[in-house]
């Protein structure tokens, strides 16, 4: 039998799937970029045909996003993670607050990263309702400190698929935020924001590159000191997101995908595909008996669905069959469990169609 070359539904939360057209243009070029005679990977990064890869990235992400121009644009090394650490190191000074609104997995993991550097105001930001449900904490019922130096969010909780349905209104203070999730997914009004970051491979292209949006003007408050210069927004920016050998292949990848999206209509018409995919599957979710929904209506995320089987059992033959009928990566995170669907921009109406199609077959097969 010969290995099947078919290429799945990918409902991976990260790294995650990739447009096709995009794979393929970047197989097309692998071995010689433009001419150039070599790989993007290959190519020096001081060249002006690198300059211009990033020049026409940088441009492609300000279009699809709007940003306006008194914020900088970062392609930086290294993942997430890595933005847990470098925003209160920018933003804190020894002995200084700031409010985190602590949700599931990953901010818990800021949280951590953060407190080295500073005090942290803690607010919860996600319960569990009445009904065993995982809801947001209503705003309303938030207690922050306004003297905190900003309050840190995750605008979608990729583990247990909560997700904001709004930016945060009660904080006069700078909002930052973990877009790494649903960046591109939604249109953002960058203004309200002082940092967003996300890093690349959830919805941007490969993983080991991180993106950060900040407000240039915050740059002469940042207490960077003590730093090492690599971990300073005004240091690379002042570098032009090179201060060293930038993340060249995947700045190029994610300049691929940028154009990809610009291609499909921008971020308008993606938000339209986004909620109609979700919509999709939560609705089949939620008129089904054998299938449901861990996490309360106006809290679900659009991005990353969590759907779990009212029979906890039958989950390792769902995700051995699905994987047979090619719709791969449904397992939910190992700390929550249940089946998760992660349908980002790459992932078609078709893909979910399918997805619901098998999973009413599955439920079929057990009666
Ligand atoms: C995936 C993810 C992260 C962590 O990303 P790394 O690149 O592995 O550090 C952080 N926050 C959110 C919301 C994520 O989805």
Same mark, same amino acid.
């Given at each position: 039998?010969?290995?099947?070359?078919?290429?799945?539904?990918?409902?991976?939360?990260?790294?995650?799937?990739?447009?096709?057209?995009?794979?393929?243009?970047?197989?097309?070029?692998?071995?010689?970029?433009?001419?150039? &005679?070599?790989?993007?990977?290959?190519?020096? +990064?001081?060249?002006?045909?690198?300059?211009?890869?990033?020049?026409?990235?940088?441009?492609?992400?300000?279009?699809?996003?709007?940003?306006?121009?008194?914020?900088?644009?970062? @392609?930086?090394?290294?993942?997430?993670? +890595?933005? @847990?650490?470098?925003?209160?190191?920018?933003?804190?000074?020894? &002995?200084?607050?700031?409010?985190?609104?602590?949700?599931? +997995?990953?901010?818990?993991?800021?949280?951590?990263?953060? #407190?080295?550097?500073?005090?942290?105001?803690?607010?919860?930001?996600?319960?569990?309702?009445?009904?065993?449900?995982?809801?947001?904490?209503?705003?309303?019922?938030?207690?922050?400190?306004?003297?905190?130096?900003?309050?840190?969010?995750?605008?979608?909780?990729?583990?247990?698929?909560?997700?904001?349905?709004?930016?945060?209104? #009660?904080?006069?203070?700078?909002?930052?935020?973990?877009?790494?999730?649903?960046?591109?997914?939604?249109?953002?009004?960058?203004?309200?924001?002082?940092?967003?970051?996300?890093?690349?491979?959830?919805?941007?292209?490969?993983?080991?590159?991180?993106?950060?949006?900040?407000?240039?003007?915050?740059?002469?408050? @940042?207490?960077?000191?003590?730093?090492?210069?690599? @971990?300073?927004?005004? +240091?690379?920016?002042?570098?032009?997101?090179?201060?060293?050998?930038?993340?060249?292949? &995947?700045?190029?990848?994610?300049?691929?995908?940028?154009?990809?999206?610009?291609?499909?209509?921008?971020?308008?018409?993606?938000?339209?595909?986004?909620?109609?995919?979700?919509?999709?599957?939560?609705?089949?979710?939620?008129?089904?008996?054998?299938?449901? #929904?861990?996490?309360?209506?106006?809290? /679900?995320?659009?991005?990353?669905?969590?759907?779990?089987?009212?029979? /906890?059992?039958?989950?390792?033959?769902?995700?051995?069959?699905?994987?047979?009928?090619?719709?791969?990566?449904?397992? &939910?995170?190992?700390?929550?469990?249940?089946?998760?669907?992660?349908?980002?921009?790459?992932?078609?109406?078709?893909?979910?169609?399918?997805?619901?199609?098998?999973?009413?077959?599955?439920?079929?097969?057990?009666?």
């Amino acid at each position: 039998m010969g290995l099947d070359m078919t290429r799945a539904f990918n409902f991976s939360a990260g790294p995650a799937a990739i447009p096709t057209e995009v794979l393929e243009r970047a197989q097309k070029e692998l071995l010689n970029w433009n001419g150039y &005679g070599c790989s993007v990977m290959e190519l020096g +990064h001081r060249t002006p045909d690198f300059q211009t890869i990033l020049d026409k990235t940088e441009d492609d992400l300000r279009k699809l996003l709007n940003i306006p121009k008194n914020y900088k644009v970062l @392609f930086m090394h290294g993942s997430a993670s +890595h933005q @847990f650490a470098m925003v209160p190191m920018n933003f804190l000074a020894p &002995g200084e607050t700031a409010n985190y609104l602590e949700m599931d +997995h990953w901010s818990k993991m800021c949280i951590k990263e953060a #407190s080295r550097f500073g005090d942290m105001h803690i607010q919860q930001g996600i319960r569990t309702n009445s009904d065993g449900l995982l809801e947001l904490v209503p705003e309303n019922e938030w207690s922050l400190d306004e003297k905190g130096k900003y309050l840190h969010f995750t605008s979608n909780e990729t583990i247990v698929g909560v997700q904001f349905q709004d930016d945060p209104q #009660s904080f006069s203070g700078k909002l930052v935020s973990d877009m790494c999730s649903d960046i591109l997914s939604r249109p953002i009004d960058i203004e309200k924001y002082a940092l967003i970051y996300a890093g690349a491979q959830k919805n941007i292209g490969p993983s080991g590159m991180t993106v950060v949006i900040v407000r240039e003007d915050l740059f002469e408050s @940042f207490q960077t000191e003590r730093v090492p210069s690599l @971990f300073q927004y005004p +240091h690379v920016s002042s570098k032009g997101s090179m201060p060293n050998t930038p993340p060249s292949f &995947g700045i190029y990848f994610a300049g691929l995908v940028f154009e990809w999206l610009l291609e499909q209509g921008g971020i308008e018409e993606m938000y339209q595909r986004n909620l109609k995919k979700a919509h999709m599957l939560y609705d089949y979710v939620d008129q089904s008996n054998f299938y449901h #929904s861990p996490v309360a209506k106006g809290s /679900r995320s659009f991005m990353n669905v969590a759907i779990q089987m009212k029979d /906890r059992k039958h989950e390792e033959r769902f995700l051995h069959e699905a994987r047979e009928n090619h719709l791969i990566a449904l397992k &939910g995170h190992k700390t929550f469990g249940g089946l998760r669907a992660s349908i980002y921009n790459a992932m078609s109406i078709e893909g979910v169609e399918t997805l619901i199609r098998f999973m009413d077959q599955f439920e079929q097969r057990l009666k």
